[in-house]
């Protein structure tokens, strides 16, 4: 196996892994929800969840292959178009992307419609920190190349985008680093409106905000947080690797 198919093969472990680490935390929810990962040979296509099947039971076997017009390369099903709508203007915007992920997180999509930034309230909600965008509007399911364009342009170079009444969107180097941050920022969200429903949160200074995000919300350290969870579901589902 060379440096390429090894690289492939570590993409689609963590893809799959990703995949019930969402089931677990509850991201699933009918169609709706993808994770993607860029081929490190063919740099236009990406590996993608088939449509309707449940994120606890992908295994690496079940990836699809998609190319830049949304055909599906390798596999023999469908793949949602919302998915590859999406993700193929990510991949296409910004190159040093691996991976993106999207779903409709409960706390996620709850703060989605208050359309406002997350505001450096904890430490975990610091790795966001100028460091992500919101994309102030909603015209339904993206199923046109020109809305997910305007999506991939209000994301711009940041590691990760609230969607107005719709969800959270991220972005990695890894598929560890993607999935992880969409972790961390649901959790964020989920802290805010919490702390935001008791009284009036005090926000970390912006220097210190800025100070720890250079701790916290690197992308080594994205890949680190998610190193653990990938141990800890191939340990607990080891089919997943089939």
């Not at 709706?32 to 076997?61: C, M």
């Not at 190319?67 to 469908?78: C, I, M, P, R």
């Not at 590859?84 to 709850?110: C, D, L, N, Y």
Request: hydrophobic fraction near 45%; include cysteine; charge should be negative.
């Amino acid at each position: 196996m060379d440096d390429l198919d090894q690289e492939r093969e570590r993409r689609k472990r963590e893809l799959a892994a990703a995949f019930r680490i969402f089931a677990r935390f509850g991201y699933e929810e009918g169609l709706a929800g993808h994770i993607t990962a860029r081929d490190p040979e063919r740099l236009d296509h990406f590996w993608v969840n088939p449509l309707a099947r449940h994120f606890d039971t992908i295994r690496v076997s079940d990836l699809h292959l998609v190319n830049h017009a949304g055909d599906v390369v390798e596999g023999d099903d469908f793949v949602n178009v919302a998915a590859f709508t999406i993700h193929s203007q990510i991949h296409a915007a910004r190159p040093e992307v691996v991976a993106a992920a999207h779903s409709h997180s409960v706390h996620g999509k709850a703060w989605s419609s208050l359309a406002r930034p997350l505001d450096p309230i904890t430490q975990d909600a610091c790795s966001f920190f100028e460091d992500h965008a919101v994309f102030d509007d909603y015209t339904g399911v993206v199923l046109e190349l020109d809305e997910a364009k305007r999506i991939a342009h209000a994301l711009g170079g940041a590691k990760a985008c609230i969607l107005r009444n719709h969800g959270l969107l991220m972005v990695g180097r890894s598929v560890g680093e993607a999935a992880w941050w969409f972790i961390a920022m649901d959790r964020s969200c989920h802290a805010q409106l919490l702390a935001e429903a008791a009284g009036t949160p005090q926000l970390i200074d912006p220097d210190m905000a800025r100070l720890t995000a250079g701790q916290v919300g690197t992308p080594s350290m994205g890949e680190l947080n998610f190193r653990s969870l990938y141990n800890w579901i191939v340990k607990e589902e080891p089919d997943l690797l089939e």
